[in-house]
Antibody, heavy 119, light 110 residues
Framework: EVQLVESGGGLVQPGGSLRLSCAASEFSFTTYWMTWLRQAPGKGLEWLAHINQDGRAEYYVDSVKGRFTISRDNAKNSLFLQMSSLRAEDTAIYYC????????????WGQGTLVTVSS | QTVVTQEPASSVSPGGTVTLTCGLTSGSVSTSHLASWYQQTPGQAPRTVIYGTSRRSSGVPDRFSGAILGNKAALTITGAQADDECDYYCVLFVDPGTRVFGGGTKLTVL
């Protein structure tokens, strides 16, 4: 069964940095776009960024452009999100998800990792 | 900036039918937006219900259906059950670089 397992969340001070990872298994990682999404406490879901199969195409929501960087290591079946200049409003559960290119939706989601930005 | 609208809350009686909608503050939703719908229970990751406007995700009961109704995407639950009570989010494909969520609808089955 497809598995996506996020890690790397935790408590970080405002202005700090954090790197999230997502380990993928039981599917051909190199053939899928991958996505990061988040959900602030008590709030709705937000698409953040996605990356194509070879890592050469990246797209971001405006609120994280220039602060967050999505990347992938196909040899290790892993997806990453490097976050910098973190703000209190970045506090959220961060999910990775597998994208389906034909109908542009997310077929599998990880369980998420919590990032808390606070002093 | 694209803003996607959903009813903040809706309710349905057990066995009843409810339609949740997903619109745009500017313009109409069409099949080209490839609306997808996700359900989420508290503390859990989202689960895909509908994609490509009207296609049911694997394992989703056929009481869930999607369509374009008027100028909005719609998710209809026919014969609602207690465990359908959760939050529902729609997402629209805006362009290859952009996906936009609606604010979500909290569905109560009572």
């Amino acid at each position: 069964e497809v598995q996506l397992v996020e890690s790397g969340g935790g408590l970080v001070q405002p202005g700090g940095s954090l790197r999230l990872s997502c380990a993928a298994s039981e599917f051909s990682f190199t053939t899928y776009w991958m996505t990061w999404l988040r959900q602030a406490p008590g709030k709705g879901l937000e698409w953040l960024a996605h990356i194509n199969q070879d890592g050469r195409a990246e797209y971001y929501v405006d609120s994280v452009k220039g602060r967050f960087t999505i990347s992938r290591d196909n040899a290790k079946n892993s997806l990453f999100l490097q976050m910098s200049s973190l703000r209190a409003e970045d506090t959220a559960i961060y999910y990775c998800a597998r994208s389906e290119a034909d109908f542009h939706y997310w077929s599998y989601w990880g369980q998420g990792t919590l990032v808390t930005v606070s002093s | 900036q694209t803003v996607v609208t959903q009813e903040p809350a809706s309710s349905v009686s057990p066995g009843g039918t409810v339609t949740l909608t997903c619109g745009l503050t500017s313009g109409s939703v069409s099949t080209s937006h490839l609306a997808s719908w996700y359900q989420q229970t508290p503390g859990q990751a989202p689960r895909t219900v509908i994609y490509g406007t009207s296609r049911r995700s694997s394992g989703v009961p056929d009481r869930f259906s999607g369509a374009i109704l008027g100028n909005k995407a719609a998710l209809t639950i026919t014969g609602a059950q207690a465990d359908d009570e959760c939050d529902y989010y729609c997402v629209l494909f805006v362009d290859p670089g952009t996906r936009v969520f609606g604010g979500g609808t909290k569905l109560t089955v009572l």
